[in-house]
């Protein structure tokens, strides 16, 4: 808030390349709904991403892949309407954007107009460049997306750390270099060593948000719904659990159950 006006000031992507030069770190959540964006908004998170992690957490697909753009934009619409004050970034989902560059600036036109988000993030580096160049020239913010990229896990095998060893670190180095000359504001790091993180953090102008990354980064992110302990059975190291709200729930749910069988609800004051 100003304290002058009281009006919400704002995150912008200006903002979080100031809060990476003046060491302030920066905190980013996911969010797929109005009520839960609402609450993460409201809580002062600066960056909410609408993440393609939805096909998980949301639909209960084992990977990001079968999330589609429409679904996506469903999502970023229903966060839209609830945050007043951070920077709201969408995923666009696999299948939307790898084509070809202009498959990839139409979908992120769709989003950008029909959800009203302020940037997209596309997972990827050399091979993506040319058409988030494109979407730049657009107008269309975008956040890039480096180490372990979900929307490629047929071609990893698993979910473990990248980047070990040498040459996928170079590599990693190199996209990270590419990304911020194509002119990314940000991008996300995720399970990689601490080490390799920092350095590629270090070397960037723009603000690099970790996810397993290590503390050498200019921000973290979580997904929502792993960090207020909803999707119990995701347990990597790098999470850490600030709630258990899916035990809260389920003694909620047991107890509510418990009542409308005993006939204890509703009582006389909880009808008319
Ligand atoms: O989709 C997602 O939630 C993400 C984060 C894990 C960075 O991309």
């Known amino acids: 808030m100003s304290a002058s006006t009281g009006e919400i000031k704002k995150v912008t992507t200006h903002k979080l390349r100031e809060m990476k030069q003046n060491g302030e770190k920066i905190s980013m959540l996911t969010a797929y709904d109005f009520s839960m964006a609402k609450l993460v908004d409201r809580a002062g998170i600066d960056v909410i991403l609408v993440?393609?992690?939805?096909?998980?957490?949301?639909?209960?697909?084992?990977t990001t892949l079968p999330i589609t753009l429409d679904q996506m934009i469903y999502h970023a619409g229903s966060v839209i309407r609830a945050v007043d004050r951070a920077l709201v970034v969408v995923d666009l989902p696999f299948g939307?954007?790898?084509?070809?560059?202009?498959?990839?600036?139409?979908?992120?036109?769709?989003?950008?107009?029909?959800?009203?988000?302020?940037?997209?993030?596309?997972?990827?580096?050399?091979?993506?460049?040319?058409?988030?160049?494109?979407?730049?020239?657009?107008?269309?913010?975008?956040?890039g997306h480096l180490g372990?990229?979900?929307?490629?896990?047929?071609?990893?095998?698993?979910?473990?750390?990248?980047?070990?060893?040498?040459?996928?670190?170079?590599?990693?180095?190199?996209?990270?270099?590419?990304?911020?000359?194509a002119?990314?504001?940000?991008?996300?790091?995720?399970?990689?060593?601490a080490h390799l993180a920092r350095e590629v953090s270090q070397s960037l102008e723009i603000p690099v948000i970790g996810i397993g990354a290590g503390d050498g980064v200019d921000g973290q992110v979580l997904v929502l719904h792993d960090m207020l302990g909803i999707t119990t059975e995701f347990k990597p190291r790098f999470l850490r659990r600030?709630?258990?709200?899916?035990?809260?729930?389920?003694?909620?749910?047991?107890?509510?159950?418990?009542?409308?069988k005993s006939g204890d609800f509703p009582n006389a004051g909880e009808q008319y």
């Open 183 to 193: 002119g990314c504001f940000s991008i996300v790091l995720e399970k990689i060593p």
């Open 96 to 143: 939307s954007y790898q084509g070809n560059s202009k498959e990839a600036l139409n979908s992120a036109i769709r989003v950008m107009k029909e959800t009203g988000a302020h940037a997209v993030k596309m997972e990827g580096g050399s091979e993506i460049a040319e058409s988030i160049e494109r979407i730049l020239k657009a107008g269309i913010p975008v956040m």
């Open 242 to 260: 600030y709630l258990e709200l899916g035990a809260e729930i389920d003694r909620a749910v047991k107890q509510y159950v418990a009542d409308v």
């Open 51 to 62: 993440g393609d992690s939805a096909s998980n957490v949301m639909a209960g697909h084992e």
């Open 148 to 181: 372990l990229t979900p929307q490629s896990i047929y071609k990893f095998g698993t979910y473990t750390v990248r980047a070990k060893e040498e040459a996928e670190a170079q590599k990693l180095k190199e996209d990270a270099k590419i990304l911020e000359e």
